[in-house]
């Protein structure tokens, strides 16, 4: 990458010959229980990612969904930006989460916005008190990346994490022994 490139970007620009390589826009390390550092390769980072599944207990649409998302950030160590766009289609997951649990439940078909099903759900003592409040955080993710000016770049490490967070509360909305601890 140029340096005039660096300055428009702050990822490579894919070309034909470089787009099925190690994307090295910004070092992937990590640091290991020692407080050492490690470096760590594309199928590290994928083995992470693929290890947070859904449970059968959600739905095929949802569980779909989710696997989609988690797909594409698997593709983050050949093309870094494919974290963000992994990340920002997990808050989408959520929303179709909502929705699906509010069908289960029967809400009234009124209920059209994302705010009311999850409030909704919280009067129906489906979402704790807790649990709305983490809910409603993921919203405003949601809402964040759904309204954007310009291209953000998030790295692997909020990746996974945004990913085990949505998991979690997939989780709380659909699986048999949820709890509300994490």
């Not at 070309?15 to 994307?23: A, I, L």
């Not at 405003?140 to 291209?151: D, E, G, L, P």
Request: proline share 4%; aromatic share 10%.
């Amino acid at each position: 990458m140029n340096n005039s490139d660096r300055k428009r970007r702050q990822f490579r620009k894919l070309t034909r010959e470089n787009w099925r390589q190690f994307d090295e826009t910004w070092p992937f390390v990590w640091t290991k229980g020692d407080g050492s550092p490690d470096r760590l390769t594309p199928d590290d980072f994928a083995a992470m990612f693929l290890e947070c599944e859904l449970c059968e207990d959600v739905p095929d649409d949802v569980r779909n969904l989710f696997e989609v998302a988690r797909g594409v950030m698997c593709y983050g160590g050949l093309f870094y930006p494919a974290y963000t766009v992994g990340h920002d289609q997990l808050y989408k997951v959520l929303e179709a989460a909502v929705s699906h649990k509010c069908e289960q439940l029967q809400a009234p078909n009124s209920l059209k916005r994302y705010n009311d099903k999850i409030n909704w759900l919280h009067e129906r003592e489906v979402l704790t008190e807790k649990l709305l409040e983490r809910w409603q955080s993921a919203r405003a993710v949601r809402n964040m990346t759904s309204h954007v000016k310009r291209q953000w770049i998030i790295s692997p490490d909020i990746a996974l994490s945004s990913l085990s967070l949505v998991r979690f509360l997939i989780h709380a909305l659909f699986a048999q022994d949820a709890e509300d601890s994490s």
